[in-house]
C-alpha cells in the first residue's frame, strides 16, 4: 500500500514525486513510456527558470527524472484502469495492480495533429507546437501558424514578436476564438490571413520552406513560402487531446479535462489532477511544476487529516 500513487511522469508527476517523497510519503510515479513528458520532445527550454540556455528538453527531463528517482519509486507501466472511490485506491496495469490511499493524475495532454504529410518529418526542424517554448528560434523568419481557436490567435500574436511576418491558416472564414482575441489580430499589420483553407502537405529540405495549402471553397492549391527560399516556422493549434479515458464517468471532467479547484483537488475524495491534464488556461512546464508541488504538498496535509 502506497500514500500516493501519480500517474503520469511528465514535469507535473515528477515534481509530485519529488515533493511527496521528500515529506517521507511512500510514493509510487507510473509512467506508460518516457518520464518527462511532453518536455523530452521539445529541442531546448530557454523558459524555465533556472535553465541554462543550451539545456535541451531530453536533458532537463532527464535531470528532473533522477531529482524525483532520489525520493520516490518510479514503475514503467501502461494503466489499464482505476478504482477511485473510497479510501483505498487501486490502480491497475499490465505490471500488476497497486493500491494507495492518494492518487495524483497527471496524465497530460497531447497536441493534435494535423496528420500533413511532412508533419512529423519536419517536427522539431521547422514545425512546432509551442509558440512560447520554440517562437525565438524563428525571429526574422516568415511564420505560419495553422489553426482559429484561441490558441491559434493567442500564440500568432505572440509569434510577431519575433517573426518577419505571422501568416493565419484557418479552415473556416470564421473563427472560434473570443471577439477580443480576434480583434487583436485583424489590427495587428504583421498578420495575414489565409482563410478557407487546409494545410495539404509541409514540404523542404533539412528543414520546412514551404506549405502547400488548399482553399476548401475554391479547390485551388497554393504554395506559401519565404521571398528568398529561407527555413520557415509553422506553429500548429489545431485542439489539445487529454488523456484521460481511463478516467471518464469516474471524475468530473470538461470535454476531456478533469476540474480541479485551486488546490489541484477533484471531485472524488483523495485524488487530485495536475499539469496539462487538469482544466487550465496556461500550459507550460513552470506551471505543471507548481501544480505538483502543491497537489503533494495537500497530499500530505489530507493524509494527516486534513479535511478534503
Ligand atoms: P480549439 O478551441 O479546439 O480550436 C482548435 C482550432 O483548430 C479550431 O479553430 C479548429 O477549426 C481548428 N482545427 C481543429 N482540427 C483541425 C484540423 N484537422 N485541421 C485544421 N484546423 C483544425 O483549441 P484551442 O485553441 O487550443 O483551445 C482549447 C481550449 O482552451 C478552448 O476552450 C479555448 O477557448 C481555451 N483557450 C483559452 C485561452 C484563453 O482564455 N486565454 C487561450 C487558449 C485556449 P474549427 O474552428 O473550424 O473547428
Redesign the pocket.
Known amino acids: 500500500m502506497y500514500d500516493i500513487i501519480i500517474i503520469g511522469g511528465g514535469p507535473a508527476g515528477l515534481t509530485a514525486g519529488l515533493y511527496a517523497g521528500r515529506s517521507k510519503l511512500k510514493t509510487l510515479i507510473i509512467e506508460k513510456a518516457v518520464a518527462g513528458g511532453q518536455i523530452s520532445g521539445t529541442a531546448f527550454v530557454e523558459n524555465y527558470p533556472g535553465s541554462i540556455p543550451e539545456a535541451t528538453g531530453m536533458g532537463l527531463a532527464e535531470r528532473v527524472l533522477e531529482q524525483a528517482e532520489e525520493f520516490c519509486e518510479i514503475k514503467y507501466a501502461n494503466v489499464k484502469a482505476v478504482e477511485l472511490e473510497g479510501k483505498v485506491k487501486k490502480v491497475v496495469t499490465d505490471e500488476g495492480e497497486f493500491e494507495a490511499k492518494v492518487i495524483i493524475i497527471s496524465t497530460g495532454a497531447s497536441h493534435?495533429k494535423?496528420g500533413a504529410p511532412g508533419e512529423e518529418e519536419f517536427a522539431n526542424k521547422g514545425v512546432s507546437y509551442c509558440a512560447t517554448c520554440d517562437g525565438p528560434f524563428f525571429t526574422g523568419l516568415d511564420i505560419f501558424v495553422?489553426?482559429?481557436?484561441?490558441?491559434?490567435l493567442?500564440e500568432a500574436n505572440y509569434l510577431t514578436k519575433f517573426g518577419k511576418s505571422v501568416t493565419i491558416i484557418?479552415?473556416?472564414d470564421e473563427f472560434?476564438a473570443s471577439g477580443v482575441v480576434v480583434d487583436k489580430i485583424k489590427s495587428n499589420p504583421k498578420i495575414k490571413l489565409v482563410l478557407d483553407s487546409?494545410v495539404k502537405e509541409i514540404k523542404g529540405n533539412k528543414e520546412a520552406e514551404a506549405l502547400l495549402v488548399e482553399n476548401v471553397k475554391t479547390g485551388e492549391i497554393k504554395e506559401l513560402k519565404s521571398d528568398d527560399n529561407s527555413p520557415i516556422g509553422v506553429f500548429i493549434?489545431?485542439?489539445?487531446i487529454p488523456q484521460t479515458d481511463i478516467f471518464e464517468g469516474k471524475i468530473e471532467m470538461n470535454h476531456g479535462y478533469i476540474l480541479t479547484d485551486e488546490d489541484m483537488k477533484t471531485n472524488v475524495e483523495g485524488v487530485f489532477a495536475i499539469g496539462d491534464t487538469r482544466d487550465k488556461?496556461v500550459r507550460q512546464m513552470v506551471t505543471a511544476a507548481g501544480d505538483g508541488c502543491t497537489a503533494a504538498v495537500l497530499a500530505n496535509r489530507y493524509l494527516e487529516g486534513a479535511k478534503w
Open positions: 493534435r494535423l495553422v489553426g482559429g481557436g484561441d490558441s491559434a493567442e484557418h479552415r473556416r472560434r487546409v493549434f489545431v485542439g489539445y488556461k
